[in-house]
């Protein structure tokens, strides 16, 4: 299997830390791989129209994207247990799932919003991704006592790396601080061999 890739991508992250957790990162061949919103590339765009990373491409061919697809494909895949297969469970784990992701979705466009001349920012936006981001940290201290109970799966690996990227791009900003719990939770995420295998760098 060939991975677009970049050691800079949270969304890539979560797919490897996957990967790890179930065995299958020696499967996966990572493609050195360079995307920007404002330039497809065109050596993705044959596997994704989007020009998105990750995409994952099978031996016959056929690209998977986004990372939820992937995930759920691994562990398809491996047989894992990332996946609750039903009910209750199962709910619970696409929320978290999605709250991670959404959360990740929220800091690339905070980013992007920052990083312009400030001349060309606009304020209500900046403001808006610093509400919902609160908001959702505030959600997910709340939360930290279920991540901590619940067997470990594809929900705690989202918000996990979304929670890692707020120190990689957001390092300034100390989201910890009147959040015990979460951090504490996110402390032993961290110190999961898939983690440590994974981490995110400017390369
Ligand atoms: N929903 C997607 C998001 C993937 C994503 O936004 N990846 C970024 C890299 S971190 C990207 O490819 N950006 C290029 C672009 O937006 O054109 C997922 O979960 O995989």
């Known amino acids: 299997?060939?991975?677009?890739?970049?050691?800079?991508?949270?969304?890539?992250?979560?797919?490897?830390?996957?990967?790890?957790?179930?065995g299958l990162a020696g499967r996966i061949e990572t493609v050195r791989t360079v995307v920007r919103m404002d330039t497809p590339n065109p050596a993705?765009?044959?596997?994704?129209?989007l020009s998105k990373i990750p995409t994952l491409v099978l031996e016959d061919g056929t690209a998977l994207f986004d990372s939820l697809?992937?995930?759920?494909?691994?562990?398809?895949?491996?047989?894992?247990?990332?996946?609750?297969?039903?009910?209750?469970?199962?709910?619970?784990?696409?929320?978290?799932?999605?709250?991670?992701n959404g959360l990740l979705d929220l800091l690339v466009l905070w980013r992007n919003e920052r990083d312009k001349p400030e001349a060309r920012q606009t304020p209500a936006l900046l403001e808006s991704f610093d509400r919902k981001a609160n908001?959702?940290?505030?959600?997910?201290?709340?939360?930290?006592?279920?991540?901590?109970?619940?067997?470990?799966?594809?929900?705690?690996?989202a918000i996990g790396c979304a929670l890692s990227y707020l120190d990689f791009r957001f390092a300034a900003w100390?989201?910890?601080?009147?959040?015990?719990?979460?951090?504490?939770?996110h402390a032993t995420f961290d110190a999961r061999p898939s983690?440590?295998?994974?981490?995110?760098?400017?390369?």
Request: aromatic share 8%; proline share 6%; charged share 20%.
């Open 174 to 185: 100390n989201w910890r601080e009147g959040r015990p719990q979460l951090a504490a939770w």
């Open 69 to 100: 697809t992937i995930c759920e494909y691994l562990d398809d895949l491996a047989g894992g247990d990332l996946f609750p297969r039903s009910g209750a469970a199962r709910w619970q784990a696409l929320t978290w799932q999605s709250l991670g």
């Open 1 to 22: 299997m060939k991975l677009h890739w970049s050691p800079r991508s949270p969304f890539v992250r979560k797919v490897m830390v996957a990967a790890h957790e179930l």
């Open 195 to 203: 983690v440590r295998a994974t981490e995110i760098v400017d390369a």
């Open 44 to 49: 993705l765009l044959p596997d994704n129209p």
């Open 135 to 157: 908001a959702t940290l505030d959600r997910l201290e709340g939360m930290a006592g279920a991540l901590e109970a619940v067997r470990f799966g594809v929900g705690h690996i």
